[in-house]
């Protein structure tokens, strides 16, 4: 197995990513070989710095790089040399098995959708993020971010989506299905959720329950997959956020909360593309960066994409 790993992308890159990769090595076994993307130079001086054997690692080399603020279509097009463009060549070539970034979010979603491209039948790709419910037991909620506006059949492959994930890579046997609203009768709601829920109602694609509300979500009781549009999702995902920094700033140690530190699990899975793809959080340092190797190697495991496509055929 290799994994490609963009060492350039990430708001402490590349220190952060090249002392990330030292740490996942020391825990990946031996047929699993991490690819590093971007300035040779940097990252041998770090290595060098860090006395690593770059013989640990294969480099890549390469003399651009997408900031953060740039343009994703603009940047991805205009710097084939970038660390996000080469590596997702590389992915396009099975020269890698998958592929992660820290990096310009945007720019990563561009370069899936351009090389890697949909899985046939996907409308629209997504992205999903843990949810803790208890002491290292998580949910799965989709979309957080990538498609704010959706139509009531976007939401439904949401749920196909997240349905395969939760029980491939999570482990979850039949997971259960909810629909974000702001009531648990049918009736609620918005005209999106409303139609979305008639269409997944009777459903023999997924075990839906219906749907859950906000105050469901970190309980765990009602569903395992939380299927919303990427405005829903993204609002929540940074509620949660902005919660776990209170309680850190409060000086409060639970062992619950701290399943919040999104360092934990390193990445985000862009679901519904033909490669396994992972995104790390800007602020990553190198434990995020470390559980982000480790979360693309689950990924590669579970051979997702396949899977994927077999319920889309």
Do not use: W
């Not at 990445?267 to 693309?296: C, F």
């Amino acid at each position: 197995m290799r994994i490609g790993l963009d060492i350039m992308g990430g708001d402490y890159a590349p220190e952060a990513i090249v002392l990330g990769a030292i740490e996942a090595h020391k825990v990946l076994s031996s047929d699993v070989r991490l690819v590093l993307i971007g300035d040779q130079t940097k990252i041998e001086a770090i290595l060098k710095e860090e006395n690593y054997d770059a013989s640990n690692f294969d480099i890549v080399h390469t003399t651009e790089c997408i900031g953060m603020g740039e343009h994703p279509a603009k940047a991805f097009k205009q710097k084939p040399n970038s660390s996000v463009a080469i590596g997702f060549g590389l992915l396009h070539q099975n020269k890698i098995d998958g592929f992660a970034s820290a990096g310009n979010t945007g720019a990563m979603l561009v370069g899936a959708m351009y090389t890697v491209k949909a899985i046939p039948g996907i409308i629209r790709p997504c992205i999903g993020s843990y949810v803790p419910v208890d002491n290292d037991k998580y949910s799965l909620i989709l979309d957080v971010g990538l498609n704010p506006d959706c139509r009531p059949d976007v939401l439904y492959q949401y749920a196909i989506l997240g349905k395969i994930y939760a029980s491939s890579v999570m482990g979850i046997e039949s997971p259960r299905v909810g629909l974000i609203n702001i009531g648990s009768e049918k009736e609620k709601g918005n005209l999106l959720v409303q139609s979305t829920h008639e269409l997944m109602l009777d459903s023999t694609d997924f075990n839906f329950v219906g749907n859950v509300e906000g105050n469901d979500i970190f309980a765990g009781d009602k569903a395992d997959v939380f299927v919303c549009d990427g405005f829903v999702g993204n609002v929540i995902l940074k509620e949660a956020e902005g919660f776990y920094k209170l309680i850190k700033q409060r000086g409060i140690n639970d062992t619950y909360f701290n399943q919040f530190n999104f360092e934990n699990y390193g990445g985000t899975p862009v679901l519904g593309i033909n490669k396994p793809v992972i995104i790390g959080h800007g602020i990553s340092n190198k434990t995020a960066i470390k559980n982000m190797v480790l979360q693309t190697k689950k990924v590669i495991e579970a051979d997702l994409s396949t899977k994927i496509k077999e319920a889309f055929n």
